[in-house]
């Protein structure tokens, strides 16, 4: 079945060190895939998206890149802030059970300190 | 637009007790989710309604659990009797277009569920 893997966290950074998340995924057919972010005591919300492959999604300084042949979407940040802690959900889109619904990763959460 | 509101945000309850949960779509959305979260089981996916009807329920956990959306603008999640696991952060969630579309979905700010 579709399924979606991140990096165990949390993770933590020093103020403006460089973010990785790694995000794997199995999936029949063509996905779309989502990065959301879920500040404390907060839903989540979507942070960036990509729905063919090599697309790249960019929002607020993070950015992603839909590859196929390695069926990633790795979440990158040049120089992360305090205000970017929080935990950070990979998802794909797909059709199961006759329906679009997104399947979550567990969630990584990234911790920032100044 | 104000977004997907959830009611109440915190919930202390005793076990035993009804509890219901409540949500407002985003004006126009077709389709509406509810999701449990908690530390163990991360976000699971519990029901999903399309046009105010509810096509796949296949992960309410259990007859206690009970869901419904009388019109476009509301829905309710019900659980009856509730007991200490069901403790969680439940959220709802919309999203436009039809069932086929890959459209991102919207979160509300979820209701933290306490049962002691």
């Known amino acids: 079945g579709n399924s979606v893997t991140q990096m165990e966290g949390p993770v933590t950074l020093s103020e403006e060190a460089f973010l990785t998340i790694n995000c794997t995924y199995t999936?029949?057919?063509?996905?779309?895939l989502f990065w959301y972010v879920q500040y404390p005591g907060e839903g989540l919300q979507l942070l960036l998206k990509?729905?063919?492959?090599?697309d790249k999604g960019s929002n607020k300084g993070f950015e992603a890149t839909y590859r196929k042949e390695t069926t990633s979407f790795h979440l990158e940040k040049g120089s992360v802030q305090v205000s970017d802690s929080a935990v950070y959900f990979c998802?794909?889109?797909?059709?199961?059970?006759?329906?679009?619904?997104?399947?979550f990763g567990a969630g990584t959460r990234l911790a920032v300190h100044p | 637009d104000a977004g997907v509101i959830q009611s109440p945000r915190h919930e202390v309850t005793e076990m035993g007790q009804e509890v219901t949960l409540r949500c407002k779509p985003i004006?126009?959305?077709?389709?509406l989710f509810w999701y449990r979260q908690t530390m163990m089981r991360g976000l699971e996916l519990l029901i999903y309604?399309?046009?105010?009807?509810?096509?796949?329920d296949s992960g309410m956990p259990e007859d206690r659990f009970s869901a419904k959306m009388p019109n476009a603008s509301f829905s309710t999640l019900k659980i009856q009797p509730s007991e200490p696991r069901d403790s969680a952060v439940y959220f709802c969630a919309s999203r436009p277009g039809t069932s086929g579309t890959p459209y991102e979905q919207y979160f509300g700010p979820g209701t933290r569920l306490t049962v002691t």
């Open positions: 990509a729905t063919k492959a090599d």
């Open positions: 999936a029949t057919g063509y996905p779309s």
């Open positions: 998802a794909l889109s797909s059709i199961s059970g006759g329906y679009n619904k997104l399947i």
């Open positions: 309604f399309n046009n105010n009807v509810p096509i796949d």
């Open positions: 004006s126009g959305h077709n389709s």
